[in-house]
């Protein structure tokens, strides 16, 4: 799978932006705040209809436009397919696959897989749950349009069984439909659940042995899914708490609250690990992720690679960038030193300074 690829129009700092990229590495390099990363964020965007920053599509519209448009050309097994994105401020975006709108975001997954590396995602293990869902539900929801109805739909019940809530501090008769949402949220609550499980199921499958030469066979992990319904039935849960979640006006149960537990032997390091070993595991979290997109899509992603190198160690590095060979790597980075020094085949490197890319070669 190749982005060929990427036209940008009014799109962040770009007024108007033509790229191709080489099938193997690009690089983007120059100063900090020059428009690098809006390239990688176009480019997931147009995959996966959400900014990896979790912007809103007025916020990415060029100061003074009033819409801005996105084309990414992709390659698949020798087949071509055109998304074209339009991002306006006061209406949902618009989205066509070759030239043919579509009605829903599941239709575009699946077309190209994405994997996106800032160095957020190296703070994954220690910061708060939230990001390990979030980490979760992006992969997943790529790779499984059944997964991504499903959650859709949980996340409206929720949205829906919380304005209940609330409510009900006035309206009597609002209580009488709480049966009907809670039903439909235990529906699709296991079945997110049973798919999360899998998922993680998966990746330990994998993370294991990249996590073992990370740490030169010293340490071994496992991730263990953390329900918020403890040893209870999600139907079970909302029962219990049903009182609690009228008091608080909130859904306190559900797989919006779980979180997944990440333990190196007997430590669990998302609370006593050191950041090294923090660091590690999401790096080893990362290569695992790419690795499970290609047993599943039977092909290898495109590899979203944000000034990640220069938050790592060289035994790091030289460990990311001996897996990625193999496959196509958009790269961010202050200056293309640190690929020389490693003798890394660059393909292409563009220059980017003010929202103006040059080629370099």
Not at 44 to 69: P, Q
Request: charged share 30%; with cysteine; glycine share 6%.
């Amino acid at each position: 799978m190749k982005i060929k690829s990427l036209k940008l129009k009014n799109f962040r700092n770009y007024e108007l932006l033509n790229l191709e990229f080489d099938g193997s590495t690009n690089i983007f390099y120059g100063d900090n705040a020059q428009g690098k990363t809006n390239i990688l964020e176009a480019v997931y965007l147009s995959g996966t209809t959400k900014s990896h920053r979790g912007s809103k599509d007025r916020d990415m519209i060029r100061f003074g436009a009033e819409e801005s448009h996105i084309e990414v050309i992709v390659e698949k097994r020798g087949i071509q397919d055109q998304i074209d994105m339009h991002l306006k401020k006061n209406r949902p975006k618009g989205v066509a696959i070759n030239k043919i709108p579509i009605r829903k975001a599941g239709e575009l997954f699946g077309i190209v897989n994405l994997v996106f590396f800032s160095p957020e995602d190296l703070n994954i293990i220690k910061n708060g749950p939230a990001g390990r869902r979030k980490f979760i539900d992006l992969e997943l929801s790529q790779l499984d349009k059944v997964y991504f109805n499903h959650l859709s739909n949980y996340s409206r019940i929720v949205n829906q069984r919380n304005h209940l809530l609330k409510d009900s501090a006035y309206r009597q008769d609002a209580m009488e439909t709480l049966d009907i949402w809670d039903f439909q949220l235990v529906q699709y609550g296991n079945a997110i659940i049973a798919r999360r499980k899998q998922f993680v199921d998966e990746m330990n499958e994998i993370v294991s042995g990249i996590h073992k030469k990370l740490t030169g066979g010293k340490e071994e992990i496992r991730l263990i899914y953390e329900p918020s319904t403890k040893n209870m039935s999600l139907e079970q849960a909302l029962e219990m708490n049903r009182q609690r979640d009228i008091r608080m006006k909130s859904t306190s149960v559900g797989p919006h609250r779980d979180d997944v537990c990440f333990m190196v032997g007997n430590l669990d390091i998302r609370r006593f690990g050191s950041q090294g070993q923090q660091r590690t595991a999401a790096l080893s979290l990362k290569l695992a992720e790419i690795e499970l997109v290609k047993r599943v899509i039977g092909d290898t992603p495109v590899l979203l690679l944000d000034d990640v190198l220069s938050e790592l160690d060289k035994h790091r590095q030289n460990y990311l960038l001996d897996s990625i060979h193999d496959i196509q790597t958009l790269i961010t980075c202050t200056g293309v030193d640190e690929f020389v020094n490693h003798r890394f085949e660059v393909n292409k490197v563009f220059h980017v300074q003010n929202g103006q890319v040059i080629k370099e070669n």
